[in-house]
């Protein structure tokens, strides 16, 4: 499985470039953590911060970078890391301390609400944090997939009726699946009115605002609290590297804050850069920056721009010839860089199961051919080719390549 091909279209995956490939065997002979002290790893990783926030629109409201990132292994170690700093902040919000008390103390159960498309690591979060996946309301989606706002406000309203403290809402910027964007600015305006912590799960799309067709519906992540990105999927970089971008940075700090006496120098002290350490619960780990950094640093903003751009218009153009063809079905409409759709046969006599296997049969046979990579997914029950445009190096030819290539063992195997 070479997914760092560009005619692998699987699950949400990038090609490392090549700068990031050599910055990180540079790293690696460093060896330097990045937990802190005076390594160079962690300066870069504040210089990067301010790049990652100014990628997403992660920015205050007169456009400024405002607040921290630190790099995880992964959008789930991004994901626990927000949540943990959500779950400490609303139990604060409610005039206790969760980091003395933990959750044993039988009070009101934390809720948080995310969307019925939501990454699964989401609700691993929650089980890990001890919120329990019962305390996690899955909120029903319009027919793009979108978390209903109205939905979520009932929701919240009967959990407060009902005793509860509701704490956190996770939205997405990107679902794995469809690709969905959450109405982030009206989650945020229920988030203001019942005083909760909103988090969006960027990992895919974060940074899709760059694409002009994607800024409107990703403004409001001027207005969250925290956002996930993982920039070892859209960013070019060698795996792994997530990142957290967290607005109130002092939070952060008191949520995880433990320095033992043999780790303390004097640059721990205030004004000094922060150590990641103290933001996050991995002490060593290696360098994440360096490789992260590189990558940005020679595309350049408007080459991330570009990539997006191109990835986007290449899903939106096998979009249009799913469309505009007598014998394939788009299965939901085509959001940032992924296509969900299968193959039809022209009679259409086929029942759903009798589709479901024949794409799935579709799919085997195209990995089994050497010729492409695109796995199936679910949407609405139905199995669906899902293809994911993430490679810089990807071009009109895949798309004409891909459909043919469906086209050609649909036939054979209807
Ligand atoms: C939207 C979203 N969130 C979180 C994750 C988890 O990220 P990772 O696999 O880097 O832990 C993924 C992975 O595909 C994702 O697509």
Same mark, same amino acid.
């Given at each position: ?59 205050? %409201? !007169? ?7 630190? &790099?995880?292994?992964? =959008? ?5 890391? @927000? /949540? ?103 989650? %945020? !305006? ?7 912590? &909103?988090?969006?799960? =960027? ?5 899709? @605002? /760059? ?103 290449? %899903? ?99």
């Amino acid at each position: 499985m070479p997914t760092n091909h560009p005619r692998s279209y699987a699950w949400v995956n990038t090609s490392p470039a090549p700068i990031s490939i050599l910055s990180d065997a540079l790293a690696i002979t460093l060896n330097n953590g990045q937990d802190g002290y005076d390594h160079s790893t962690v300066f870069i990783m504040h210089s990067l911060s301010r790049w990652l926030m100014e990628l997403s629109g992660f920015l205050d %409201a !007169d456009g400024t970078p405002n607040g921290m990132a630190i &790099l995880l292994s992964g =959008g789930s170690g991004a994901n626990l890391n @927000g /949540l943990t700093v959500a779950r400490y902040w609303a139990a604060k919000r409610d005039g206790w301390s969760i980091r003395e008390e933990g959750l044993q103390n039988n009070r009101p159960a934390m809720i948080y609400y995310t969307s019925a498309e939501a990454h699964s690591s989401v609700q691993r979060c929650i089980e890990q944090m001890g919120i329990g996946a019962s305390n996690l309301r899955r909120i029903e989606t319009d027919n793009s997939f979108r978390m209903r706002p109205d939905v979520l406000r009932e929701s919240i309203e009967a959990d407060l009726a009902a005793g509860m403290r509701p704490a956190c809402v996770v939205a997405a910027c990107g679902s794995t699946n469809v690709g969905a964007i959450d109405p982030i600015s009206d989650i %945020a !305006d229920v988030c203001d009115e019942f005083d909760l912590w &909103l988090h969006v799960d =960027g990992a895919y799309g974060g940074i899709v @605002g /760059l694409d002009p067709a994607y800024t409107e519906m990703t403004r409001a992540l001027n207005r969250v609290n925290s956002l996930t990105l993982d920039p070892h999927k859209w960013l070019q970089v060698p795996l792994d590297c997530g990142a957290l971008l967290v607005r109130d940075r002092q939070l952060n700090h008191e949520n995880y804050t433990l320095v033992p006496d043999y780790l303390r120098a004097a640059s721990t002290e205030e004004g000094s850069v922060p150590w990641p350490c103290e933001y996050m619960f991995e002490l060593t780990f290696g360098d994440r920056a360096l490789k992260t950094w590189a990558a940005v640093a020679r595309m350049g903003r408007d080459g991330v721009r570009d990539m997006v751009i191109n990835c986007d218009n290449l %899903a939106r153009l096998l979009g249009e010839l799913v469309e505009k063809s007598d014998n394939l079905e788009l299965l939901a409409p085509v959001s940032v860089s992924t296509v969900n759709f299968r193959y039809v046969p022209k009679s259409g006599s086929l029942s759903n199961d009798a589709l479901n296997g024949l794409n799935q049969q579709i799919s085997e046979a195209i990995v089994g051919s050497g010729e492409a990579h695109i796995p199936t997914t679910k949407v609405n029950g139905a199995v669906s080719l899902r293809a994911c445009f993430l490679h810089y190096e990807n071009c009109e030819d895949d798309v004409h390549h891909l459909i043919a290539l469906v086209q050609q063992f649909g036939e054979k195997y209807e």
